[in-house]
DNA sequence: ATGACTGCAAACGATTTGCAGAATC
DNA sequence: GATTCTGCAAATCGTTTGCAGTCAT
């Protein structure tokens, strides 16, 4: 609902705006992270007219109050929904899809000490749409390693 | 050594050019990731002549040839020598210190399927120097988490 | 009515590409 | 000697900034 958001903006110093709104609203119903150009490309073709400079500028402002959080993909950033807690992101290079999870069960001695906030891989699905790298064919071990 | 540097180009299929064999020469020498700015400056400012754009494409080259790992880092990427085999990358994003760990360790159920690439955090030396965020201050849960 | 928000166009930094000359194999 | 590599400058891509007009409070 807009008044739940308008509220949310409000209760963190910034002005509840018809674009703030809209950017807000859309990355709502998105399930991955999109980028500034994808939101504003849907945006637009949706009917409603705001700027490519508005939707980083409010990207930023939601990232800033721990609404929306910013994922590196490919060259360019990539935008999602963020639930507030601690909790880290598993994404998916692949497909680009954002698993959150509780980073307590990812700490074995080996990263003692380091506060783990996002991991990066390749998620089950991808892992068997990849390509046919079995052992014996391709530049594998054995071949002219040193 | 540079003749084990060319043969592991060669071996590659790649020629062992004096540019590419500086390129590594450097990176072996580093520890931490490097971008291919600071590549090309240091190299610069060490006498040997060589372009940014040569950089570039050796250092994609290198990636491809697994000799090097590419990292991305604020809005640039850094490259750095890395070891073949399984194995993954711990990332601080405050020093830019890297750590290779075995991922066999990292993956617990929350994590199942998921091939671990990269983990991206924040170290203890710099956690230890972040601001002061103690609960109680600033926007902390209890204020206005919906 | 004031001050923040918005949009366009230009600026910006990192990376890539076209093409002529120089190196390697 | 043919092919690949190299360097410069220009192009490209994602993102940021300057400034005048518009909107929310």
Redesign the interface.
């Known amino acids: 609902m807009d008044h ?1 958001d308008a509220r ?1 903006l409000r ?2 110093g910034m002005a509840a705006t018809g674009r703030r709104l809209l950017v807000l609203r859309f990355l709502r119903l998105q399930r991955e992270p999109r980028s500034a150009a994808e939101i504003h490309a849907c945006l637009r073709s949706h009917g409603d007219h705001i700027g490519l400079t508005t939707v980083y500028r409010t990207l930023a402002i939601l990232v800033r109050a ?1 609404l929306v959080h910013a994922f ?1 993909r490919n060259g360019e950033t990539a935008y999602r929904i963020c639930n ?2 601690r909790h ?1 992101h ?1 994404v ?2 692949g497909c680009g899809a954002v698993t959150e ?2 980073a307590s ?2 700490e ?17 699905a991808c ?1 068997e749409s990849e390509p046919p790298v079995r052992p014996g064919t391709g ?1 594998g071990p054995g071949s ?3």
Chains 1, 2 share one sequence.
């Not at 074995?108 to 089950?124: K, L, Q, V």
Request: include cysteine; aromatic fraction near 6%; charge should be positive.
């Open positions: 739940q949310e209760s963190r721990d590196k507030r807690g880290c598993l998916c290079r999870i509780v069960g990812l074995p001695a080996s990263t003692a000490g380091f506060r783990i906030e996002e991991i990066y891989g390749t998620c089950s892992l530049p002219s390693a040193g």
